[in-house]
């Protein structure tokens, strides 16, 4: 996200969508009662001298109040119109703004809180920019990842029968060097070794090790550039299952720490696996859900404090506000806290758990449990991290008036 000015003296910041993190983000910020400047097309009625009328499509910028937000491969912002810089756009009518990747938008809150500005900072964080990409393998299945800052989406799949080898099996020995040709195509069509931290190729040792030396000879065969500058960032790596466990087996590997130090989502795993452990070892010393949470700073002992992004926007305002508060005076106290996105399997976890956990200094029995006033049965199917966008709907059904 390019920042091209933070929050001014009027409330009011500005920046350009440049991927789907970004926008992504932008869905995060977004609060209803909020106001929204960008871009858009609007229906514009000329009357002629004559008395007839022409109705036109025009771009206009215009601002709104929002009332609703819809996020799907863009997000439609709902709201009525406040201000337009066309004087025959009327004001108080209904629109609907569509932000998409490359637009530019200026968005006014009255008041942004440490949540929101901890997103701002990170998404113009070009050190968290560039993709983690895992190929798991197993048998004839293959599919590439590509983890972001925000998400895990499946890019592509690849199947092939490959019939197991019986002594000498040159219908085996085929269709193995038609699955490797495929995954080369694949990787040649998807990635870009300058956009990515490293190309993880996950599965048993004898697959990763046979599909790694493929390439490399067919790159040599091929000249192909791409491929050979970037055989250095091609790393191997163990999996339990290839493809149904290989993206937390991938960013719960210890040994990937030096290569994987600048990936969000790897760090984030890690902050999870590290909760999960401690709970482990002792269930007095984690708390788990706000209430938990507020008892456990009244005596001083929250020593990391993980919060879905996903949790600020289902719970109520004031709640948020208390959220909000929260982490100000935790920071002041250089208490860790980590923001996980609700589009990983890290930020999943923590939605099951209540949106809201944290790692104490020392034990500490919380007897009354929360009763997971924010989510209930909040389960990682619900978000499609693996593939598509799902459609998140925020802010009541209006009627509007600009088609």
Same mark, same amino acid.
């Given at each position: 996200m390019k920042i091209i000015y933070e929050v001014n003296s009027d409330n009011v910041s500005k920046f350009e969508i440049e991927d789907e993190d970004d926008l992504f983000i932008f869905y995060q910020l977004l609060d209803l009662g909020c106001e929204v400047t960008g871009q858009t097309t609007r229906k514009v009625t000329q009357t002629a001298k004559t008395g007839s009328t022409v109705t036109n499509k025009v771009k206009v910028v215009i601002r709104i109040k929002v009332e609703r937000i819809e996020y799907g491969t863009t997000i439609a912002i709902s709201g009525l119109i406040l201000h337009c810089n066309n004087p025959k756009v009327q004001t108080g009518r209904y629109h609907t703004l569509h932000v998409a990747i490359g637009d530019t938008i200026s968005l006014y809150k009255a008041h942004w809180d440490e949540m929101d500005l901890t997103r701002m900072h990170e998404a113009a964080n070009e050190t968290f920019k560039s993709h983690l990409v895992i190929l798991g393998l197993d048998g004839g299945i293959a599919k590439l990842w590509f983890i972001s800052n925000t998400s895990v989406r499946e890019k592509e799949s690849i199947e092939v029968n490959i019939p197991k080898r019986k002594? #000498? @099996?040159?219908?085996?020995?085929?269709?193995?060097?038609?699955?490797?040709?495929? %995954?080369?195509?694949? +990787?040649?069509?998807?990635?870009?070794?300058?956009?990515?931290?490293?190309?993880?190729?996950?599965?048993?040792?004898?697959?990763?090790?046979?599909?790694?030396?493929?390439? #490399? @000879?067919?790159?040599?065969?091929?000249?192909?550039?791409?491929?050979?500058?970037? %055989?250095?960032?091609? +790393?191997?790596?163990?999996a339990t299952n290839g493809i149904l466990f290989v993206v937390r087996d991938v960013l719960s590997d210890p040994n990937l720490s030096n290569i994987l130090d600048d990936c969000k989502s790897y760090k984030d795993m890690n902050c999870i696996n590290k909760f999960n452990e401690t709970m482990l070892k002792s269930e007095h010393l984690v708390a788990i859900g706000y209430e938990d949470i507020i008892k456990a700073n009244e005596v001083n002992a929250l020593k990391e404090l993980y919060i879905a992004d996903e949790l600020t926007k289902i719970c109520t305002v004031e709640r948020r506000l208390e959220i909000s508060r929260l982490i100000e005076e935790l920071r002041q106290k250089n208490t860790s806290i980590r923001m996980l996105s609700s589009k990983t399997e890290a930020g999943c976890e923590v939605m099951r758990l209540g949106g809201i956990v944290a790692i104490l200094r020392y034990e500490l029995n919380l007897e009354d449990e929360d009763e997971g006033e924010f989510v209930e049965d909040y389960n990682s199917e619900d978000v499609d991290w693996f593939g598509t966008n799902v459609p998140q709907s925020i802010g009541d059904v209006i009627d509007v008036d600009d088609d």
């Open positions: 002594n #000498i @099996n040159f219908k085996h020995d085929t269709q193995t060097e038609k699955f490797y040709n495929q %995954i080369y195509d694949m +990787i040649v069509k998807n990635v870009n070794f300058d956009d990515i931290i490293a190309l993880v190729v996950a599965g048993n040792f004898t697959e990763r090790n046979a599909l790694i030396k493929s390439l #490399i @000879n067919t790159a040599k065969r091929m000249k192909n550039p791409q491929i050979q500058s970037g %055989i250095e960032h091609i +790393i191997p790596a163990s």
